[in-house]
T-cell receptor, first 113, second 111 residues
Framework: GAGVSQSPRYKVAKRGQDVALRCDPI?????LFWYQQALGQGPEFLTY????????KSGLPSDRFFAERPEGSVSTLKIQRTQQEDSAVYLC???????????FGSGTRLTVV | EDQVTQSPEALRLQEGESSSLNCSYT??????LFWYRQDPGKGPEFLFT???AGEEKEKERLKATLTKKESFLHITAPKPEDSATYLC????????????FGKGTKLTVNP
């Protein structure tokens, strides 16, 4: 597609529920990134992939967060046993290798109630 | 810890009133500094990359400049459609491609 596609756009989860957020990057973009953006804040890095290899997961806040990109294209961010503090917009971005000018998707707004 | 500080947090301008946004950083060995624009309900949109002190980039009414410790985003004769949050990000040294973002400056341009 022409841009980075994320689904769902909105997700409401009950505390303790598991969620899965999907990202479909721009075709040919080797690098894929996940960021978390709280209200009124800048995006915070979670993890990134180069093809199917997860090269940096230093930003994942706990072992409840898990990301995968098994075929080097679509990626899924999974959050287990969601907590209220997980409520945020989760942004996915993709880019050519070594180029910081990412293309971001519109994000998934997660609300944990 | 790498830090990016943007000021002011919010800025209101009248249409045609030029101004500048500031981004200061404490990263040593900066690999790149990036400016993004974010509209409500959307992901950030890439504007510029700057790599070395003295570098400048321009796009329409926007010009970005870089020194050793800060960057400025100059907005000349802004229009209401320039209203958005402007985010600054740095790419720290090391092998990771991650960016460290500031909190942003929310710009409102009144007609």
């Amino acid at each position: 597609g022409a841009g980075v596609s994320q689904s769902p756009r909105y997700k409401v989860a009950k505390r303790g529920q598991d969620v899965a957020l999907r990202c479909d990057p721009i075709s040919g973009h080797v690098s894929l990134f996940w960021y978390q953006q709280a209200l009124g804040q800048g995006p915070e890095f979670l993890t990134y992939f180069q093809n199917e290899a997860q090269l940096d997961k230093s930003g994942l806040p706990s072992d409840r967060f898990f990301a995968e990109r098994p075929e080097g294209s679509v990626s899924t961010l999974k959050i287990q046993r969601t907590q209220q503090e997980d409520s945020a917009v989760y942004l996915c971005a993709s880019s050519l290798v070594g180029y910081g000018g990412y293309t971001f998707g519109s994000g998934t707004r997660l609300t944990v109630v | 810890e790498d830090q990016v500080t943007q000021s002011p947090e919010a800025l209101r301008l009248q249409e045609g009133e030029s101004s500048s946004l500031n981004c200061s950083y404490t990263v040593s060995g900066l690999r790149g500094l990036f400016w993004y624009r974010q509209d409500p309900g959307k992901g950030p949109e890439f504007l510029f990359t700057l790599y070395s002190a003295g570098e400048e980039k321009e796009k329409e009414r926007l010009k970005a400049t870089l020194t050793k410790k800060e960057s400025f985003l100059h907005i000349t004769a802004p229009k209401p459609e320039d209203s958005a949050t402007y985010l600054c990000a740095v790419q720290p040294p090391g092998g990771s491609e991650k960016l460290v973002f500031g909190k942003g400056t929310k710009l409102t341009v009144n007609p």
